[in-house]
């Protein structure tokens, strides 16, 4: 404000240097009422925020595979150096069972990450318990998230940030808060940074949430849930824009998570989701469920990219595509499709590869 301070002396300045110039005091007193109009507005103008920003957005790929085969090294930590502006690679994930934490974690091949740009991601499964700094929880998840970034460290990788993977429900979102704040310790000097559900936008606790850590991923992909049963593609390109316009307003740095990828999805007989099936997973379904496959529309993402790229939303800082395509994957894009989204191209026939059309369909076990 003190720009803004400075702008009103002078323009006070400016009026008493008229005065000294001009006799008729109806003359400077009608420039002082312009004045008191014109300067709020003026400082108005100066403070109000933009809604949109240009400039290189870039662009990063979640390597989410577990086992470090030589598919996930050679068709996809390094296909994605050559092609994307860096990876997030999942390091493990935490489970639970019987209230005690359960640790898997990636076979990294760190050699292959030493000369790109490399964050790092810890998954949490859903937890139904209560949040407690240095609990037997909250340590299982901090011990782990140190073990992830000193074996880095010591690999000679430093990671850009330490990402955060926890589906949290919206009722509990002031007490994640903890975990938050105990990790982002851990995570120093690395930012912590955390994923977050569109639906967390509106919650009260979510923008302090937020400013507990360095920043948050929106996730703009899901599969639907039984209040969404008339959506019919992992991203409803509409619903995402409205969702990072809402993002935009909250005024904190934050990244865009994108699919590349189909699943088929579980339901019960009551609509209720019971699992997706993926690459990395495949649940055992019970008799009777109705499976859903949803995709992404290649078309209508690259159409959204290159809106983006022109112009986004403020505060919106990269994109990040969920997955690296790897030549072993059955459900997911393949390089020549995404590398033509990632530029805001629609993909031609031939590269389509897994890049489906949104397509739902449904059978019975």
Known sequence: MTGLRLERLEALSLSKRLRTGWQSPRLFHSFDLCLAVLLPAGISAGCRRPSVETGPLPELGYLWQRDWTPAVVVAGCRKAEKKMDGVVVLGAEVGWSGGEAHVARATIVWEELRNQKVALALRVAPYDGLFVENDGAANAITDEARRLLDEARAHRVEPTELQLDFDCAQRKLAGYGVWVKMLRKVAAPSPLVITALPAWLTEPEFPALAREAAGYVLQVHSVPTLAEGGRAVLCDTALARKWVAAASRLGMSFSVSLPAYWCVAGYDAKGRLLGVAMDSVQPAWPPGTGMLEFSADADEIAAL?????????????????????????????RWPTLAAVMEGRKPGIASMGFARVTTRSTCRL
């Not at 990040?320 to 790897?326: E, I, M």
């Open 305 to 333: 990219v290159s809106e983006w790229k022109r112009e986004r939303p403020v505060g919106m800082k990269e994109l990040l595509w969920y997955r690296v395509p790897v030549v072993t994957d059955q459900r997911n894009w």
